[in-house]
């Protein structure tokens, strides 16, 4: 079967032999170089050459949606397929996704791995069907980056690749710093908006009285705005001329990598801890509900050095909790509920919040 190693244990693996390091403008970029199976859903390459691979170096998801990876039964149909399945060669492998967050943070960085070293392995970039296409951030990318290799989009399914090239996980304050020095000319807005990022147009996690809270926004001078109508770039300049942002928890907030310093954002959760009423944490205490959350946009924030506030509403829909089909204990289960929750907020306490972050 296919072995998965801890990162702790990669030096003294097989796997360490196919991870290649180059060190280009003073960051080293590691790659998984070599003969591999990739499941184009998962994006999870599979060494054919060891039988091993590394869900701490290589994965994206939750880590317990990858245990099928590891079972006989996949293996075996690896196995039974490998003359059957399409194969590449020399390639660069970098993917898609149709979650804003996950493609933004987790995918596209990879993009920042092709330079002029590696340029020289690869005929080709490999990415796969997005529904996230029309945001142009493709496009935005190869033509900042003045990237000119065939470019071949995959459906789904499972491919082989062979001495081909796949990006390791990076570090997500040098995601951050790629994407800022990348697109540094679209980022000189002076930040002086306010706005709400508006969920009417999605299909789970809501907030139920929108319309009042909408109502009572725009007389605090604020923005409406839905970001499917906006392109990457439009997203991108939208953010960073903004100096208070509200929403709720999703993945919008991805943009907060091109906020300026000082930006105050609120985001909005239900809440899991049974208060009787709205609240939300103080400064620095927003350390004592992490487990409360998925932090993704907290650890942007940090690093951004963003005011960002944590905004608790305790009106939830008790019937949309704890509907993922696959193993969880109960805290997973909270943290997982935080997607497909609708909500209801106290309208004057989240207002009087966000008056104090713009001064009213």
Not at 89 to 113: A, C, K, M, Q
Not at 202 to 208: D, E, F, N, P, T
Request: aromatic content about 12%.
């Amino acid at each position: 079967m296919f072995s998965n190693i801890p990162y702790n244990k990669i030096i003294l693996s097989k796997l360490n032999s196919e991870i290649k390091n180059i060190n280009f403008q003073n960051y080293c970029y590691n790659y998984l170089k070599t003969d591999f199976i990739l499941d184009t859903k998962f994006l999870f390459p599979i060494s054919i050459k060891t039988n091993q691979t590394s869900t701490d170096l290589l994965s994206h998801f939750y880590y317990k949606k990858y245990k099928h990876f590891f079972l006989k039964e996949y293996y075996e149909f690896v196995k039974n397929n490998l003359d059957k399945f399409q194969s590449f060669t020399e390639s660069f492998v970098v993917g898609s996704h149709n979650n804003y967050y996950h493609l933004v943070i987790d995918i596209l960085p990879r993009i920042f791995g092709f330079n002029k070293i590696t340029n020289k392995y690869v005929k080709n970039i490999i990415f796969t069907e997005s529904k996230l296409e029309k945001s142009r951030i493709i496009k935005s990318l190869f033509e900042t980056k003045k990237i000119e290799k065939e470019v071949i989009i995959l459906k789904k399914g499972t491919y082989i690749f062979n001495n081909s090239l796949f990006t390791l996980r990076q570090n997500l304050q040098n995601v951050i710093k790629n994407y800022r020095d990348t697109f540094v000319e679209n980022l000189n807005n002076l930040p002086k908006k306010n706005i709400y990022i508006s969920r009417a147009d999605a299909k789970q996690r809501k907030i139920l009285n929108e319309v009042e809270l909408i109502h009572n926004l725009k007389k605090l001078n604020f923005e409406i705005i839905n970001l499917s109508d906006l392109s990457f770039i439009e997203q991108m300049k939208l953010f960073n001329s903004s100096k208070c942002i509200v929403a709720l928890h999703g993945a919008g907030l991805t943009n907060l990598i091109f906020c300026n310093e000082k930006t105050s954002v609120i985001e909005i959760f239900p809440d899991f801890s049974n208060s009787n009423n709205d609240w939300y944490p103080l400064g620095k205490q927003n350390n004592q509900v992490l487990n409360m959350i998925r932090p993704h946009y907290l650890k942007i924030s940090q690093i951004n050095n963003l005011d960002h506030t944590l905004y608790f509403a305790t009106d939830k829909i008790q019937n949309k909790i704890n509907k993922k089909n696959f193993d969880m204990n109960a805290h997973e289960k909270i943290i997982m509920s935080l997607t497909t929750v609708d909500i209801k907020v106290d309208i004057n306490k989240l207002c009087n919040l966000i008056k104090k972050k713009i001064n009213l």
